[in-house]
């Protein structure tokens, strides 16, 4: 998966818009907007430059923990909640659509 089909993935789930929080070289995608009177909440971050892609997603914490028993290139969330998030280097291990169903779990998490 490319850097662009994920993150037009990303950016299609509602209200999902795309910040640079952290500077240049890392894509933030948040739902809820402060200036409408809402939490925002992060579900992804890429790096950007990162070859190949890896991409942090919030998973549930025995997925997360069995993703990573499972797959070497599921690392604890780099600089994140290593509970609670999911580093993915997207390298063919996982599928696309694997990748699409952690990230849609991920939005999820952070809107239900």
Known sequence: MTHKEL???LLSFPNAWLDYP???GTSVY????KD???DEKLFAIIADE?????????CDPLLAQNLREKYETVLPGYHLN???WNTIICSGQLSDDEIKDLARLSYRLVTE
């Open 7 to 9: 993150e037009e993935y």
């Open 22 to 24: 952290f500077g240049e």
């Open 30 to 33: 948040k739902v809820g907007r």
């Open 36 to 38: 409408a009177g809402q």
């Open 50 to 58: 990162s070859k190949p892609l890896r991409v942090s997603l919030k």
């Open 82 to 84: 290593k509970k609670h």
